[in-house]
């Protein structure tokens, strides 16, 4: 029985999909204005656990995730590359570019990239406008002169939710009516949000029309109901993910823009915390913005270290990132590569170790415990190849790469095998001197020898 946390009720529930063994997963991509930070990765990280854990369960999962290459920010920077002359072609050359990016990132932090349906907001404006369309003449969207707007009021009155997400009274004492057009603000400042935005001197010539909405462009919330309303062909998402940070007014809007259309919108909303580094908070002024390259720069890391460093805390907790936990990640991983290099051909798992993992995991995806598991797997009496059995098993989760580096590790070069039937005989001969300069010789090769009662045991350094 899988658990999950979800916002919306703010409890521990049991996950039921509305369609049999068939999940419908979306998650807030990135917005691709420049490269993506760490916390970014964390959260896709994060979803990309989710994806796998549902898989594990058995559950056939479609996973959709938006790349918003259209907002205030996206806009912005391309008119500042292409000058005032800036149009929508170039809003797409610019965008391609971080959106590349991304994939390469989330290739190497061994993101499930192949499951993955990416919908770019570029490509869907006729719906987006439709949708808009459909909200006036509800009666839940109205035209100013600046835009298209989101009525609060007019929801609230009807479906009494509004900010549910962020807490049962929300609404209380707060004065609704007023107008927001840029995309992001917070709570305090809550109003009625623009869902298209004509068309100002800023933009250049980025922009749309339409007969109705007038010469302009989709706010950014918006782009999100539209396409899960699409990739789900207007039927409730089951599970919806995101950074704590989109809960509002992201989320929150996007719950009051599509349940006029249908509802429920989301059965079940999961939210990743933050990353801080070193204790604070990532902000380009105190020159703490970290993107994976320069991870793997200052500390010559594999990428999937910082995978494993994101899955020793758990999604719904604050991690704390220095380069010591990063290197101690590192080294844990190449422990973990060390051990399992000397393990023979998987056959039977260990049943027991195998129900722990799928209970750490399924409640509410803590892969702390998971890792714990794996480690009092590698210390148990199992013999090796019952632990790599249930290793593997367990890195349909994980995502660590383990049958790749096993597999690698079994090469073993012809000049290494020599060594080993010299020493060997070495050994037999009752000639240590000789047996211990060729273990010098063979650690130098990047193994490690390990005397057991009978023969040895051969391990890869990592
Ligand atoms: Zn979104």
Redesign the pocket.
């Known amino acids: 029985m899988l658990k999950l946390y979800n916002s919306l009720t703010r409890k521990l529930e049991e996950f039921q999909p509305t369609k049999k063994n068939q999940v419908g997963l979306?998650?807030?991509?990135p917005t691709v204005y420049n490269y993506q930070h760490i916390g970014n990765l964390r959260s896709s990280i994060f979803a990309d656990l989710l994806f796998r854990t549902l898989n594990y369960n058995g559950l056939k999962v479609k996973w959709v995730m938006?790349i918003?290459d259209i907002d205030d920010k996206t806009i912005k920077n391309t008119t500042i590359e292409y000058g005032p002359q800036a149009n929508v072609a170039n809003l797409r050359t610019f965008t391609d570019r971080y959106l590349n990016a991304f994939k390469e990132d989330i290739k190497k932090i061994n993101l499930s990239i192949k499951s993955v349906k990416f919908i770019r907001v570029l490509d869907v404006v006729d719906e987006i406008k439709h949708f808009i369309k459909s909200l006036i003449k509800k009666g839940y969207a109205y035209k100013t002169a600046d835009g298209v707007y989101f009525n609060i009021e007019k929801y609230q009155q009807n479906f009494g939710d509004y900010g549910k997400l962020v807490g049962e009274n929300f609404l209380k004492g707060q004065k609704l009516g007023v107008r927001v057009r840029v995309d992001e603000y917070d709570k305090e400042n809550l109003s009625d949000f623009a869902l298209w935005k004509a068309k100002e001197e800023d933009d250049a010539n980025i922009f749309w029309e339409n007969a109705e909405l007038g010469r302009g462009r989709p706010g950014?919330?918006i782009?999100?109901s539209v396409?899960n309303y699409i990739a789900f062909k207007s039927s409730t998402t089951d599970i919806?993910t995101?950074g704590v940070d989109?809960i509002f007014p992201?989320?929150t809007n996007?719950i009051a823009q599509t349940q006029p259309i249908y509802k429920p919108f989301v059965n079940y909303w999961l939210h990743g915390e933050h990353l801080l580094v070193a204790g604070e908070k990532m902000a380009k002024s105190k020159g703490n913005v970290y993107v994976l390259d320069d991870l793997i720069k200052k500390l010559n890391i594999n990428p999937l270290a910082f995978r494993y460093l994101i899955l020793t805390s758990h999604y719904r907790s604050k991690l704390n990132f220095t380069w010591e936990s990063l290197q101690a990640a590192q080294n844990a991983l190449n422990n973990l590569y060390t051990e399992i290099s000397a393990y023979e051909k998987p056959k039977i798992g260990c049943a027991e170790y195998e129900q722990n993992f799928l209970e750490a995991i399924n409640n509410d995806l803590d892969t702390p415990k998971a890792l714990a598991v794996v480690w009092d797997l590698i210390r148990s009496d199992y013999p090796g190849h019952a632990k790599l059995q249930s290793l593997l098993k367990f890195d349909k989760v994980l995502g660590l790469k383990l049958r790749e580096t096993w597999k690698a590790s079994q090469k073993i070069p012809a000049t290494l095998k020599k060594l080993l039937t010299a020493r060997e005989q070495a050994r037999a001969a009752k000639d240590f001197q000789k047996s211990d300069d060729l273990r010098h010789q063979i650690e130098s090769q990047g193994f490690i020898i390990e005397d057991l009662s009978h023969g040895y045991r051969l391990k890869k350094k990592f």
Request: charged content about 10%.
């Open positions: 979306y998650t807030c991509g938006n918003t950014w919330h782009e999100c396409i919806h995101g989109l992201h989320h996007e």
